[in-house]
């Protein structure tokens, strides 16, 4: 049980350190990230890991008052369909670029830049909470979205080795799906 535990713990640990290189441009990240199946399956932790950030972010960002259940549920089962069906999805298109050996490494350092990700955009929202002028505000949302797009270009097109394109086509669908589950959950929840 304890060694169980000790693994997660490591791949925890150098999921985060990965991607946090990453997210400093450092290409020797890569180094931390599993490239084998055992670790892209433990990479998965990391919807926990970012679900407190998830959380944070959904309830900054809705209107004043208390969050209505049935939208907080929407919103959660949104998030964990688009985590998962966007590793679902990438794995034909990462075999159609004749990638697939590299996949696993792949899925195991967009699940970690995922959590980089959120961790951005809660700190994009820090100025709101101060008070700052709009202005500040929406330059500094622009700069962490700019950022989160960027990891996940990098990541993707280093583990990978892919062309910029092929990394850029990656990031579009994984946007794609996250707008379309947030249009349904919107149309589903009436708003």
């Keep these: ?71 907080f549920a929407l919103d959660l089962l949104s998030y964990v369909i688009g985590w998962i069906g966007f590793a679902l999805l990438s794995r034909p298109v990462v075999e159609a670029m004749g990638c697939a050996p590299r996949w696993p490494r792949f899925i195991v350092v967009w699940n970690w830049c995922n959590v980089v990700q959120y961790l951005l955009l809660v700190l994009a929202a820090v100025p709101g909470l101060l008070g700052a002028p709009a202005l ?29 394109l092929a990394a850029a086509g990656l990031v579009g669908l994984d946007l794609s799906i996250g707008l379309a589950l947030t249009a349904l959950g919107q149309a589903m929840s009436g708003g």
């Design 1 to 71: 049980m304890m060694g169980a535990v000790t693994v997660y713990v490591r791949s925890i640990a150098s999921g985060m350190h990965a991607a946090l290189l990453l997210a400093r441009g450092r290409t020797d990240g890569l180094r931390y990230a599993d490239s084998d199946m055992a670790g892209a399956a433990r990479s998965f932790w990391a919807i926990g890991v970012a679900l407190p950030a998830f959380i944070c972010l959904r309830l900054l960002g809705g209107s004043p008052g208390p969050v209505p259940a049935h939208d």
């Design 136 to 164: 500040v505000q929406q330059a500094v949302s622009l700069f962490a979205i700019g950022w989160a797009l960027w990891l996940e270009w990098f990541a993707i097109r280093l583990a990978l080795e892919s062309s910029v």
